[in-house]
């Protein structure tokens, strides 16, 4: 902005560049104050956001470094015991597959005991049935 230029005209300088060029001072302007206006409501959802998760610190507060250190602090335990709690939960989940896995093992391998047994017996009962079979054809052929 320093280096602009305009014009000069014999009444001064030319309007239609000063014109343009406030105009241009107008919409930059217009542009900070809404950037400006969106960072302050991005500033309050973090505050917010923090306070939600118990984090009450204010970004206001001077000494800038120590809050900052408190947020990472705060932040790190936070995800310290999440992971823990999400560690115990799945050392829970892992044992209930296992023994829900077992459960299923030996219901597969009662089934296949009982399932042998009934085999052997319909085996036995087919070896009986046709040995009366032999029996009534070597009688019918005599």
């Known amino acids: 902005m320093a280096n602009m230029n305009f014009s000069i005209q014999p009444e ?5 560049e000063v014109d343009a060029y406030i105009e241009m001072l107008r919409a930059e302007y217009e542009n900070a104050v809404a950037w400006g206006e969106e960072m302050e409501t991005k500033l309050k959802n973090i505050e917010a956001t923090l ?7 204010t970004i206001e507060d001077e000494n800038q470094d120590e809050v900052i250190a408190q947020i ?3 932040l790190t335990e936070t995800v310290s015991h999440t992971k823990s709690q999400a560690e115990v939960r799945a050392s829970e989940i892992i044992a209930a597959a296992n023994e829900k896995s077992r459960s299923i ?12 047994t009934e085999n052997t017996t319909i085996m036995e009962n087919l070896k009986s049935i046709k040995r009366m079979i032999e ?6 052929i005599q």
């Open 135 to 140: 029996v009534v054809l070597e009688k019918g």
């Open 12 to 16: 001064g300088y030319a309007p239609q």
């Open 72 to 74: 990472f602090r705060q």
């Open 105 to 116: 093992i030996r219901q597969a391998m009662t089934q296949s005991v009982e399932l042998r």
């Open 51 to 57: 306070k939600d998760a118990g984090l009450y610190v």
